[in-house]
């Protein structure tokens, strides 16, 4: 199973709202990350987790807080987003070590939208 | 500091027309990691192919190739007999000592017409 799922497909919400993207690998995958991608864009890299625990921050603004309740699990809290915030997130997971085999393997993204 | 550079922004070709699209590095880590990655309309990126930068076979599978070459600092990307399914963005990628840690190219996307 090469399969990374991410919910929901699409969201729309104001900029006082408060809403959770989620993201789950059964890989057994122990790296897991958040990207942002814009339109004609790559994707840019937000945080990443190690063995559950954060261990890049790409100084992402604090009303994106990220959770990792277990090594399947990735969650992407927002919370007094802005415009200028909508965009693709993407969820990625790979190995954790170095190596041949640290491809990470994307989601299909959370298309979000802030009014 | 690492960089991949796709200078191709937008490619286009006929059906079966063979097609390379360019990839160009900087790194100063001796282990490094390069992908291609492409990404359809839908938005999910898929993985292609990683390469080692200990290993400079060229690799073929179906009608894809990659031409690895370390003198040139390149990773090049062919496509024969294109297919209108191969339309997408593709994008390259470069991991070094800090491998969690991808830097993509700009992407060039693909269109092929019947």
């Known amino acids: 199973d090469t399969e990374v799922t991410q919910t929901p497909k699409h969201l729309v919400m104001g900029m006082t709202n408060k809403k959770s993207l989620k993201c789950e690998q059964h890989?057994?995958?122990?790296?897991m990350y958040w990207y942002k991608q814009k339109a004609k864009k790559p994707p840019e890299l937000m945080f990443v987790y190690s063995y559950e625990k954060l261990s890049i921050n790409e100084s992402v603004p604090s009303r994106f807080s990220p959770e990792c309740p277990n090594s399947s699990l990735l969650n992407l809290h927002l919370h007094a987003l802005q415009p200028e915030d909508s965009a693709l997130y993407l969820c990625a997971s790979s190995q954790v070590k170095a190596g041949p085999y640290n491809e990470q393997f994307f989601g299909p993204g959370t298309r979000l939208t802030v009014l | 500091a690492q960089k991949v550079t796709q200078a191709q922004t937008e490619i286009s070709v006929v059906e079966k027309e063979d097609v390379t699209l360019d990839c160009v590095y900087e790194t100063r880590d001796t282990t490094y990691y390069l992908f291609w990655y492409k990404q359809p309309p839908s938005g999910e990126l898929v993985f292609l192919i990683r390469r080692n930068s200990f290993d400079e076979q060229n690799e073929i599978s179906g009608r894809y190739s990659w031409n690895f070459q370390k003198s040139t600092s390149s990773f090049n990307f062919t496509i024969t007999a294109s297919q209108v399914v191969d339309s997408a963005v593709y994008f390259c990628a470069l991991s070094g000592d800090n491998f969690n840690k991808f830097y993509f190219g700009s992407g060039t996307k693909l269109n092929v017409k019947p």
């Open positions: 890989m057994g995958h122990r790296a």
